[in-house]
């Protein structure tokens, strides 16, 4: 057996029982996608949260089937993020083959290929990343995916087509409208609210046929670079220092009607988190 594909199906197995992620078409995924392309020729720049990259001493593969953070513009701060935080991520967004998902922030398109593989080739994926490097290494990358298309544009823009699913792997202090409106029915967002320079939280907003209350709940912690768009500057000062006092984990809606002051966790400019559960 090929040493690349016995180490993904190890890792696969790791990943998703370390996340404790219940869905086999997860670890399948990340059995199926070889992490070299998208992580470029070795030796790799390794991220440790808080500590700093460490450079591997070679490019044996095996380095790169770990639960880590893979650079790919260590300067910038820019890797291939945490398989066992996707894995929980991707779990919660609750894709099922034939969907169209779009994603926010590709980067070289490792996660792309892993959302083409749980929407298979009846589904689509579309992919957007703002910087024109990443974006055409992406596309280049995800030929084998040709249901997965990468774009080079922001991710948040009044024009987006309409998704089953969004995922965004970069931070925003408020949830853009833009993304809200081009979710479908049922349709499900995950994101990371914080502001920048923060730590805030993994968001799953699900739209419902109608009302103000939409189900809503935080996955896991997270930190992630800012998106390139608009932020609320002073909304993500307040955020991020609510997160630091707690309670996010009990947030159960998302909301657009007037704060109850007494289940509000957070209030944004026009929306709100509340702990009661969504109508």
């Known amino acids: 057996m090929d040493r690349s594909v016995s180490l993904r199906r190890f890792f696969a197995d790791y990943v998703s029982t370390r996340a404790g992620v219940k869905d086999p078409?997860?670890?399948?995924?990340?059995?199926?996608?070889?992490?070299?392309?998208?992580?470029?020729?070795?030796?790799?720049?390794?991220?440790?949260?808080?500590?700093?990259?460490?450079?591997?001493?070679?490019?044996?593969?095996?380095?790169?089937?770990?639960?880590?953070?893979?650079?790919?513009?260590?300067?910038?701060?820019?890797?291939?993020?945490?398989?066992?935080?996707?894995?929980?991520?991707?779990?919660?967004?609750?894709?099922?083959?034939?969907?169209?998902?779009?994603?926010?922030?590709?980067?070289?398109?490792?996660?792309?290929?892993?959302?083409?593989?749980?929407?298979?080739?009846?589904?689509?994926?579309?992919?957007?990343?703002?910087?024109?490097?990443?974006?055409?290494?992406?596309?280049?990358?995800?030929?084998?995916?040709?249901?997965?298309e990468v774009q080079a544009r922001s991710g948040i823009a009044d024009d987006l087509p309409k998704a089953d699913a969004i995922y965004v792997n970069a931070a925003l202090s408020q949830p853009s409208w833009s993304w809200l409106d081009a979710l479908r029915p049922g349709g499900r967002?995950?994101?990371?609210?914080?502001?920048?320079?923060?730590?805030?939280?993994?968001?799953?907003?699900?739209?419902?046929?109608?009302?103000?209350?939409?189900?809503?709940?935080?996955i896991s912690g997270a930190g992630f670079i800012p998106c390139v768009g608009p932020q609320d500057a002073e909304g993500g000062r307040r955020l991020n220092a609510a997160f630091r006092a707690g309670g996010w984990q009990d947030v159960r809606s998302f909301r657009i009607d007037a704060p109850d002051a007494a289940t509000c966790w957070f209030a944004g400019d026009g929306w709100w988190l509340s702990t009661d559960e969504a109508d």
């Open 189 to 218: 967002l995950v994101f990371p609210l914080h502001g920048a320079g923060g730590f805030g939280g993994m968001l799953r907003i699900a739209r419902p046929a109608h009302g103000m209350a939409w189900p809503a709940r935080f």
């Open 25 to 148: 078409r997860i670890a399948a995924a990340f059995a199926a996608v070889p992490r070299e392309p998208f992580a470029g020729p070795g030796p790799w720049s390794i991220a440790i949260p808080g500590r700093g990259y460490v450079r591997t001493p070679d490019d044996d593969v095996a380095y790169l089937y770990q639960d880590t953070l893979v650079a790919l513009d260590a300067a910038r701060g820019i890797n291939i993020g945490e398989p066992g935080a996707h894995a929980m991520w991707l779990e919660a967004l609750g894709l099922t083959g034939g969907e169209t998902v779009m994603q926010v922030g590709a980067g070289s398109g490792y996660y792309t290929a892993l959302l083409a593989e749980l929407v298979g080739p009846a589904g689509r994926v579309i992919a957007r990343e703002i910087d024109p490097g990443l974006a055409a290494r992406a596309a280049d990358n995800l030929a084998a995916w040709p249901w997965a």
